[in-house]
């Protein structure tokens, strides 16, 4: 699915991080986790809940699923992390709107419903546009939700226009949160540079300009210069994987591979995928 149009993120989606950035991003969720337990706690001495058993159950749901996260990131292979990181972030919307529940909404501290946006934070970091997408939906379903609930268990009149407000705040939220994102994170390494076994770029050769031109062959330097990203799916592709399998293989969107695979194409020059390996074999790419 082609996401924020509107901000040019389908045509440049971000690039997903290794697995070493999101197991790193994984356990500071679960420690971030326990202060805000401990916030929901002191927060009902202040505001009584509805149900304090509720209240309770709902704590103690969080932290049992937290400690499985715990022990589930530092088993985790490489391949799975990443789902991992996004389960428990689902968990966390789905708890917020049972705590707000537990305490009868906020009454006249609406502005709680701003601590939102740091879901929005880590669901943007695990998957960029498609996340604050995601997010930001979930949020508008659990609003409607939780003042229909509220309404039907304790009588509250739907307030519509504190939907409306909080969901459109959250949208602007979440588009702002997934542009810079791409911003930044697409913007940190230039197309076609390496990067080191530690994440860290490689520093780029000096380049050498010469008055001959020499015709491409199999011992010259390749004419197209690919980025780490490109080199991968070029490489899956030559080994005739699909774009599912790629999808997989790389933890990519299939759209997010058929926008790789349709720029190898133009730039390689070529109309299908076995011109393209070919190019990119003559131009020692692969």
Do not use: C
């Not at 790193?24 to 009584?48: E, M």
């Amino acid at each position: 699915m082609r996401t924020l149009s509107f901000l040019g993120l389908d045509a440049a989606e971000r690039p997903r991080l290794n697995a070493a950035s999101l197991r790193r991003l994984a356990r500071l969720g679960t420690v971030v986790r326990w202060p805000g337990l401990l916030f929901a706690a002191i927060l009902s001495l202040a505001v009584k809940p509805i149900s304090p058993i509720g209240l309770a159950l709902v704590l103690i749901w969080v932290a049992s699923y937290n400690a499985w996260g715990m022990i589930a990131i530092s088993r985790a292979d490489d391949d799975s992390i990443l789902r991992i990181g996004r389960a428990l972030t689902l968990l966390d919307t789905v708890s917020y709107f049972l705590v707000l529940f537990v305490f009868g909404g906020v009454g006249a501290s609406t502005s709680i419903y701003a601590a939102y946006i740091l879901l929005i934070v880590w669901m943007v970091a695990y998957d960029g546009a498609e996340g604050a997408m995601l997010s930001v939906g979930i949020f508008v379903v659990g609003m409607i939700a939780l003042h229909a609930a509220l309404k039907a268990f304790l009588g509250l009149e739907f307030d519509g226009r504190d939907v409306l407000l909080w969901s459109l705040i959250m949208v602007v939220a979440g588009a702002i949160l997934a542009a810079y994102d791409r911003i930044v994170i697409g913007g940190v390494l230039p197309q076609g540079t390496a990067l080191a076994p530690d994440g860290s770029s490689l520093p780029t050769p000096p380049v050498i300009v010469s008055a001959v031109v020499t015709p491409v062959t199999s011992a010259s330097v390749p004419a197209v210069r690919l980025s780490p990203r490109e080199q991968e799916v070029l490489e899956l592709v030559a080994e005739g994987f699909s774009n599912g399998m790629i999808a997989n293989r790389l933890h990519l969107s299939e759209n997010t591979v058929k926008t790789y695979v349709e720029n190898l194409l133009s730039r390689l020059n070529a109309r299908n995928r076995a011109e393209a390996v070919a190019a990119a074999s003559r131009q020692n790419l692969i």
